[in-house]
Every structure is written in structure tokens, then in C-alpha cells.
């Protein structure tokens, strides 16, 4: 049964003041119903208790163990259980000599923290077929979900101030207010690797990249040189660095709608310095039980408007790759991407925004999560994406890493038309190059529009809004994956970064 609100608001507030009455207490992020991460690696477990008190913790269910007894320091005990293989359940029971404090139906499996801003947020009660989705729940009780409460704060805490809704065996009515995007995710990953999964929901709308980073990432990228707004780290202060104790296995990100207009050039920097700042900071909380590269997926930015012609989202989507275009790549290692810009939905009643398809971007994020995380072989989970652009005065032959369904469009590339040396940009002088033809795995657009100018460089879908509902003109060979959005100029361009417009 879940437990009441008022409860988990009850625990937290102690646990602000450890050891009170005596008391012993898990930290406000562990309950009933949650799952621990299983092996290899070792589930980290913590709490507050009387100073100097002797600590036992036990694990009882399908294997028993006992781990070696600890002393509380400074108010807190923390135990690193020895590897348990995905199952239960289990029962785990912490006690000193005069209190106990037990945690019930506890499952070992892995463990996802799902952040970002409002698309994150978007509950499961607000996506297309959501009675449907909301009806399956019962056949899930071994995937967990918990949210953390809205919280801010100016420093770095060590545990939650709030929790919204504690550790339960999905049902439709607490679920309705629940994630879609992560309880999707971890529904499907459940249904491939048929073992528990625990979704630890920590999102807030309207929030950029900088909130959700601790002051070291924002340092290397210069960003606490700059204007230091009020809302910097304050969600990870208070939302994020709290979990940093507990042993995950990843995490799944949908943000940067702030970004589009708000440092928007350094999100190239600011976001892969948030993910190697969480990885660092998760392994050192854990004792080293955290990867150190812990995979990270995230969905790039869907759509906003249609008739938008700004650059803003176009640039944050590349920025989201570290402006490769791809993902994972040198910067951004063990990281895999859900493009969602041909998931529009024009008539959302959240606003356009908020698409209400997040059941693809889900399953989006399952391919990337298998093929990444999981390193399941054979599993394509991009889009198609150019090896080589040949430029010559009539046409440019687009090569790409994969075959390709092509359907015809006289908008989606654009070429910029130039004879300077500078590169191009969101002021340049952009125009459509037609599909002409296409092959197996190439496509030949046509360059007449440059007139005498020479092709300085060639974009693909670089708008807020490129295409309608799965409707781009460039899938991979079962037309169910996109291929990505990108620029090469002159001397860019490919997968790697080595070929070049020509």
C-alpha cells in the first residue's frame, strides 16, 4: 500500500535532525516497495540514528546476509550491502540496541533517475491513450516508481526535503500524476530485461541546464563568471545531490526548452559537463558502487512552433550532441539520444510544447538504453546520419552511415550560398536545396538556388518545427527512426567529424 503523503513529509522533517528521540531512520528516499540496485554492483543503504549507537543492518527473502555492524557518526550510519541478484522480495531491517526501523517488499534491480524540466514532468494522465496506459499498471508491480517533492535550496543537501510520492506498486491513481517519459521507459525496459526496475522522478518545468548543476560544472564553462542568477543549482542542491548516496544505474533526461533562449550558446559546454558532474558526483556518493560512466540517455528538444523561423531550437537540439550531431560520441561517452523534432502535436491542450506522444520517445530511449547501457549487439537505435558530403556545382550527394527511406521535400536541406571564408550562421543567407534523388543510402539535392555563390555550407531540418507527425523525408530502412537534424560547413561534417563539404 502506498504510504500517505503526510507520512513521507513526517520522516523527512526528522530526518533534518538526526537521532531525534532516539530514533532510528532510513533516509527519506528509502521505503516500502523500493527497489535496490542488484549486482554486480553493491546497493548502498543509509540513515540517521543516536550518536555513537551500534548499527546492524540485515537483508532476509530469497538470500539472507548480514552486513558487518557500523557506528552512527555525526548522525548517520551507512551500510554498502554485499551484490544481490535481481528478485525479491525482500525485507531489510536496520535495528541498534534498543530501536529497529524496517523497510518492507523490497525488490533488487536497477535503478533510473529521471530530470529535466516540463516534458520530463508531463504526467502519465496527460499522454495520448493515457486510460489505456493507466490500465496496464497492475500488470507492473515489479516496476517502482518514486517522486521527489518541488524543493529548492541555496546549498547542497544531504537528503530530500519533501517527498511527493514515496516508493509504490504502480496503480492507476497515484501513477496518473507520475512521469510518462520515465514510467514508459522503465515499463518497456521491464518488459526487455524482465527483472525489477526502480524510477526515481526529480523534475521541474520551466527549469534551464544551470539549476540542475552543481557549481563545479558551472565553473567549467564559465558560468558562474556571468550574471549569477537566483535559480543557479538550486535543483541540484536540493533535488538531485540528495540521491547521490544511493547506487544507480543511469539516468534519463528531458530538458533545454529554457535553453533555447537562455545560454543558449553554452549549452554545448553546460550540458556535458552537468552529466560528467552527476557521473562523478553519483560514483563518489556511492563508495565507488555508482559507475563512474554511468549511461545517460536523453530526448532532443521536440517542437514549440510552427511558424517560428528563430534558430533557438534547432541550435539547442545541436548543442545536445555537443555539436557533433550524434550521440555518444568523444564528448559525450555512453550517452544515447531520442530525437523527437517529427513528434509534433499541434493541438495538445498542454500546448504545443508538451506533445502528448511520449509513448515514442520512450520507446526511443529503450533502443538507445539497449544498445548503450545494456550493450545488446544488432540493436540500431539512430537515425541515419551523413559519412561523407560531396558538394559540386550542380548537386550535393549526401552519403549516410545507414540505408535510408527517403520521401521527397523541397524544404527540409538547406544550403548557404557563399564565397567568404567565414563560416555560416543563423544571419547568413540560407535557402531550400532540393531532394532530387536518392539511392540505398545516399540522397542528391540540387544546389541551383546558389546561383553563381559557391555551397558554404548544407543543414538538415534546422527548424523549431521541420516536418509534421512522422513525416520527415529521411528514416532509417523501417521508417521508425529519424535521421537527426545537422549542419556541415565547408570544412565539417560526418560522423567523426573528419569529412568534410566539398
Known amino acids: ?66 552486513a558487518s555492524p557500523v557506528t552512527v557518526t555525526k548522525g548517520i550510519w551507512k551500510v554498502t550491502l554485499d551484490p544481490v541478484d535481481a528478485g525479491g522480495p525482500y525485507t531489510v531491517n536496520v535495528s541498534s540496541t534498543n530501536y529497529t526501523a524496517i523497510l518492507k517488499d523490497v525488490l533488487f534491480g ?10 520530463m514532468f508531463f504526467q502519465t494522465s496527460q499522454v495520448f491513450n493515457a486510460s489505456e496506459e493507466l490500465a496496464l499498471a497492475a500488470k507492473y508491480p515489479h516496476v517502482r516508481p518514486f517522486m521527489a517533492a518541488l524543493k529548492e535550496s541555496e546549498t547542497e543537501l544531504p537528503d530530500l526535503i519533501e517527498v511527493k510520492l514515496p516508493w509504490f506498486v504502480a496503480r492507476a491513481d497515484v501513477l496518473s500524476e507520475f512521469s ?8 518497456y525496459l521491464y518488459d526487455t530485461m524482465k527483472y525489477p526496475i526502480g524510477l526515481v522522478e526529480s523534475c521541474w518545468g520551466g527549469t534551464p541546464v544551470e539549476t540542475w548543476s552543481s557549481s563545479r560544472a558551472l565553473h567549467m564553462c564559465d558560468l558562474d563568471k556571468l550574471e549569477v542568477p537566483h535559480n543557479n543549482s538550486l535543483l541540484w542542491n536540493a533535488m538531485i545531490h ?9 539516468a534519463i533526461w528531458y530538458q533545454g526548452e529554457a535553453n533555447t533562449k537562455y545560454h543558449q550558446d553554452k549549452y554545448n559546454c553546460s550540458f556535458p559537463a552537468m552529466i560528467d558532474d552527476w557521473r562523478m558526483a553519483f560514483h563518489q556518493g556511492s563508495g565507488g558502487q555508482t559507475a563512474a560512466d554511468f549511461p545517460f540517455g536523453f530526448v532532443q528538444l521536440s517542437t514549440n512552433n510552427k511558424k517560428n523561423i528563430d534558430d533557438g531550437f534547432p541550435e539547442l537540439r545541436w548543442h545536445q550532441t555537443a555539436d557533433f550531431g550524434f550521440v555518444p560520441n568523444a564528448r559525450m561517452k555512453k550517452t544515447f539520444m531520442a530525437v523527437a523534432f517529427d513528434l509534433p502535436d499541434e493541438k495538445s491542450p498542454y500546448g504545443t510544447i508538451h506533445p502528448r506522444d511520449k509513448q515514442d520517445v520512450a520507446l526511443r530511449l529503450l533502443l538507445g538504453a539497449r544498445a548503450v547501457a545494456y550493450n545488446q549487439k544488432d540493436v540500431l537505435f539512430q537515425g541515419p546520419f551523413p559519412l561523407q558530403i560531396e558538394s559540386s556545382q550542380m548537386q550535393i550527394n549526401v552519403t549516410y552511415d545507414q540505408i535510408v527511406n527517403v520521401d521527397s521535400s523541397t524544404i527540409i536541406f538547406e544550403i548557404c550560398c557563399s564565397e567568404t571564408a567565414a563560416p555560416c550562421g543563423s544571419n547568413s543567407l540560407w535557402v531550400p536545396a532540393s531532394i532530387m534523388n536518392w539511392g540505398p543510402s545516399n540522397v542528391l539535392l540540387s544546389t541551383s538556388l546558389c546561383n553563381s555563390s559557391s ?17 520527415c523525408p529521411i528514416y532509417d530502412a523501417s521508417n521508425t527512426l529519424p535521421a537527426p537534424p545537422f549542419v556541415a560547413h565547408r570544412r565539417t561534417g560526418g560522423r567523426n567529424h573528419e569529412n568534410e563539404l566539398k
Not at 516497495?33 to 549507537?53: C, F, T
Not at 536497477?110 to 516534458?119: F, H, K, T, Y
Not at 547521490?244 to 544505474?249: G, R, W
Open 455 to 471: 555551397v558554404a555550407a548544407l543543414r538538415y531540418a534546422w527548424k523549431d518545427w521541420p516536418c509534421n507527425f512522422k513525416a
Open 1 to 66: 500500500m502506498v504510504a500517505p503523503l503526510c507520512a513521507a513529509v513526517v520522516v523527512v522533517f526528522s530526518a533534518f535532525f538526526p537521532g531525534i528521540d532516539g530514533r532510528l531512520l532510513f533516509a527519506s528516499y528509502y521505503g516500502d516497495h523500493m527497489v535496490l540496485q542488484k549486482s554486480p554492483q553493491r546497493a548502498v543503504v543509509w540513515g540517521y540514528g543516536p550518536e555513537g549507537a551500534k548499527i546492524t543492518v540485515s537483508l532476509s527473502g530469497p538470500v539472507n546476509q548480514e
Open 110 to 119: 536497477d535503478i533510473w533517475v529521471c530530470g529535466g524540466q516540463s516534458n
Open 242 to 250: 540528495p540521491f547521490v548516496n544511493m547506487t544507480i544505474y543511469g
Open 180 to 187: 510518462a517519459v520515465c514510467w514508459l521507459f522503465g515499463r
